[in-house]
């Protein structure tokens, strides 16, 4: 694997691998890197030809209190699982080298943008959007690889790339779980043992909502409160949000059919936790 800290030396690699009929898969991670992150790595060394992956903590995504020197990050480790993984391109910028001068263009998506995460962390999905058409930009045409566990992440960067005809085919891939079914987050380092036990109550409460409408149920109002009737039976957890949506734009239908998204947000001691699942409703 190699390690490079320059756009240049990206755009230099991903052209050569373009220009020798070679395609091209990108990663993007704020590194910390789990089995989640390795998934993505693995799934795009089966797909491509050149596996880049980016290792960059984006001080953009970070609002008010929220600390961007205390996020985690181990970059000895995260060689080690990128390279096992298949990596072929490491890219691990400084800040200066993306933003060498203070930003004055953005990236809004409305509409997918004004709810859920986006209502909790407004200026959040800005700053996902703006680095990421920047390293799309830098990665030029490819296919980049995003994990299902931050759906609205993906439906966020999506309807970026397709508004803004960038040519990225963005990947979705399964969430991966722990055995009792929690989401594996680098968000998973700040539980305790007892708020460790209770987390997996989110899994708990998206599979609820989903028998619930594989038991017939069409009424998004319906599966939302039966989603937060489990939340609500775990002391330790404070839910912030349960929605029935649409998997594609994330609106609220007045009835549940083809492709919903089950979204589900709740605090379990200090960290914030956010799962979904997704359920096909077949139509007659």
């Not at 490079?4 to 590194?31: C, K």
């Not at 960059?56 to 961007?68: A, K, R, S, T």
């Not at 263009?105 to 409305?110: M, Y």
């Not at 029935?244 to 734009?249: F, G, Y």
């Amino acid at each position: 694997m190699q390690t490079v800290t320059t756009i240049a030396e990206v755009r230099r690699l991903t052209d050569a691998a373009r220009r020798d009929g070679g395609t091209v898969g990108l990663v993007p991670t704020m590194g910390y890197l789990h089995e989640g992150h390795v998934s993505l790595m693995e799934a795009a060394r089966r797909e491509c030809d050149l596996v880049v992956m980016t290792n960059f903590v984006n001080p953009l995504q970070f609002g008010v209190g929220e600390d961007f020197e205390a996020y985690p990050r181990d970059l000895e480790r995260d060689a080690e699982l990128s390279e096992a993984a298949g990596v072929d391109v490491a890219f691990v910028p400084a800040v200066e080298e993306m933003y060498p001068e203070p930003i004055a263009t953005t990236v809004t998506v409305g509409g997918v943008t004004d709810r859920f995460e986006g209502a909790s962390r407004p200026t959040h999905f800005a700053g996902v959007a703006t680095v990421v058409a920047k390293l799309f930009a830098i990665a030029g045409p490819s296919r980049a690889y995003f994990g299902e566990k931050d759906w609205q992440q993906v439906c966020v960067v999506r309807r970026m790339a397709r508004d803004l005809s960038l040519p990225v085919a963005v990947v979705a891939c399964p969430t991966l779980r722990e055995p009792d079914g929690l989401a594996r987050s680098s968000r998973n380092v700040y539980l305790g043992p007892a708020e460790r036990a209770a987390a997996p109550v989110l899994h708990r409460a998206l599979l609820a909502g989903r028998d619930l409408i594989d038991d017939g149920e069409r009424a998004p109002a319906a599966v939302e409160a039966r989603m937060a009737a489990v939340v609500d039976a775990e002391p330790l957890a404070d839910l912030d949000y349960a929605a029935a949506v649409r998997a594609d734009d994330l609106t609220r239908p007045d009835v549940l059919a083809g492709e919903v998204r089950l979204l589900i947000a709740a605090r379990v001691g200090p960290p914030r936790l956010l799962d979904n699942l997704g359920v096909t409703i077949a139509t007659a």
